[in-house]
T-cell receptor, first 108, second 115 residues
Framework: RKEVEQDPGPFNVPEGATVAFNCTYSNSASQSFFWYRQDCRKEPKLLMSVYSSGNEDGRFTAQLNRASQYISLLIRDSKLSDSATYLCVVNGARKLIFGQGTELSVKP | GAGVSQSPSNKVTEKGKDVELRCDPISGHTALYWYRQRLGQGLEFLIYFQGNSAPDKSGLPSDRFSAERTGESVSTLTIQRTQQEDSAVYLC?????????????FGDGTRLSIL
C-alpha cells in the first residue's frame, strides 16, 4: 500500500461546480497534512495546511479524518484558474510524503 | 529573490555525460530536499539534508546519483554517466525545519534532457 494515495482523476467539471478530492494515508502517527497545487510544467506550491478541526480559505475547505486516515479538499464555485494537479502531502519519518496528485480540469 | 533558486533552468546533454544541478535554499531553512518528476508523473523523492545530520539518501535511484550540501546553504545534485531515463525535471525544496511537519517551498526546477 502506498503511503499516500489519491485518485489521479482527471476530474472534469464545469465552471461554478463544487468538487471534492480525497486522500488516504497509511501512517497513523502522521501529524502534519498539506494540500499543494501544481500547474502544468510548474513547481508545486503550498495551497493550504490541514488542521484537525478543519479549515477554510475562501472557496477552499480542507478536512482531516484521523480515524479513517484521510484528508479532503473541497473547492466551491470552481474557476477556470483552478485547473491544476492537487497534491496531498503527509508527514512521514522526518520528511513529507507527496501523493501522486489529482488532476482537475475546469471547463467553461 | 527570497525563494528557492535552482540552476540551470534547462540542461540538454548527451548520454554518458555528467551533469551537476544546483539549489540555493531559502535563507534560514535548515532542511533541503531533492525530487525528480518525470513528464506526467508524481514527485519522486531523491535525497534529504537536515542541518549537520547524515543525509537521507533512500530515494537515490542508483550510484550514479549523488548530492552534497555545504552547511545549511547550497546543494548540488550530480548525475554521472547520464542515461535517457534520467530525463526529468529535478526539483529542490527547502523548509525551515526538517521534522516533516513544515511545508516545503519549491524552486522552479531544472529541466534535464538527455539526448
Amino acid at each position: 500500500r502506498k503511503e499516500v494515495e489519491q485518485d489521479p482523476g482527471p476530474f472534469n467539471v464545469p465552471e461554478g461546480a463544487t468538487v471534492a478530492f480525497n486522500c488516504t494515508y497509511s501512517n497513523s502517527a502522521s501529524q502534519s497534512f498539506f494540500w499543494y497545487r501544481q500547474d502544468c510544467r510548474k513547481e508545486p506550491k503550498l495551497l493550504m495546511s490541514v488542521y484537525s478541526s478543519g479549515n477554510e480559505d475562501g472557496r477552499f475547505t480542507a478536512q482531516l479524518n484521523r480515524a479513517s486516515q484521510y484528508i479532503s479538499l473541497l473547492i466551491r464555485d470552481s474557476k477556470l484558474s483552478d485547473s491544476a494537479t492537487y497534491l496531498c502531502v503527509v508527514n512521514g519519518a522526518r520528511k513529507l510524503i507527496f501523493g501522486q496528485g489529482t488532476e482537475l480540469s475546469v471547463k467553461p | 529573490g527570497a525563494g528557492v533558486s535552482q540552476s540551470p533552468s534547462n540542461k540538454v546533454t548527451e548520454k554518458g555525460k555528467d551533469v551537476e544541478l544546483r539549489c540555493d535554499p531559502i535563507s534560514g531553512h535548515t532542511a533541503l530536499y531533492w525530487y525528480r518528476q518525470r513528464l506526467g508523473q508524481g514527485l519522486e523523492f531523491l535525497i534529504y539534508f537536515q542541518g549537520n545530520s547524515a543525509p537521507d539518501k533512500s530515494g537515490l535511484p542508483s550510484d550514479r546519483f549523488s548530492a552534497e550540501r555545504t552547511g545549511e546553504s547550497v546543494s548540488t545534485l550530480t548525475i554521472q554517466r547520464t542515461q535517457q531515463e534520467d530525463s526529468a525535471v529535478y526539483l529542490c525544496a527547502s523548509s525551515w525545519q526538517g521534522l516533516g511537519n513544515q511545508p516545503q517551498h519549491f524552486g522552479d526546477g531544472t529541466r534535464l534532457s538527455i539526448l
